[in-house]
């Protein structure tokens, strides 16, 4: 079984930039897709970014596409989520996520079976 920790959230002013972490620890990190997601207040859970386990493949969300930048370090067992340029309606709980090995990148939160506790952005104006 996989664990899965963030770190890196925190309050930013809407323009600056902000990267979040999530640290992996248990089963292979390095086979394992991964994606973060995120809830805003009162929201639904909703996709931000996915990449593959060999980090050759990337997905992003309209909303956030040329602005955030995921990535991994297998080395590390760490994801990454760069946030350049926020703004306001970014603003939410950051969740990071696994899936089995094998599989490719995703957008469903379905298809994710490891979550992070998740970790609090918010963007001020």
């Known amino acids: 079984q996989m664990q899965l920790v963030e770190s890196g959230g925190g309050s930013v002013q809407a323009g600056d930039s902000l990267r979040l972490s999530c640290a992996a620890s248990?089963?292979?990190?390095?086979?394992?897709?991964m994606g973060w997601f995120r809830q805003p207040p009162g929201q639904e859970r909703e996709f931000v970014a996915a990449?593959?386990?060999?980090?050759?493949?990337?997905l992003y969300a309209d909303s956030v596409k040329d602005r955030f930048t995921i990535s991994r370090n297998s080395a590390k067992n760490t994801e990454y989520l760069q946030m350049s340029n926020p703004r306001p309606g970014d603003g939410a709980v950051y969740y990071c996520?696994?899936?089995?090995?094998?599989?490719?990148?995703?957008?469903?939160?379905?298809?994710?079976?490891?979550w992070g506790q998740g970790t609090q952005v918010t963007v001020s104006s």
């Open positions: 990449i593959s386990w060999n980090g050759a493949w990337t």
């Open positions: 248990g089963r292979t990190f390095s086979l394992s897709p």
């Open positions: 996520a696994a899936r089995k090995a094998d599989r490719g990148v995703s957008d469903t939160s379905a298809e994710y079976d490891t």
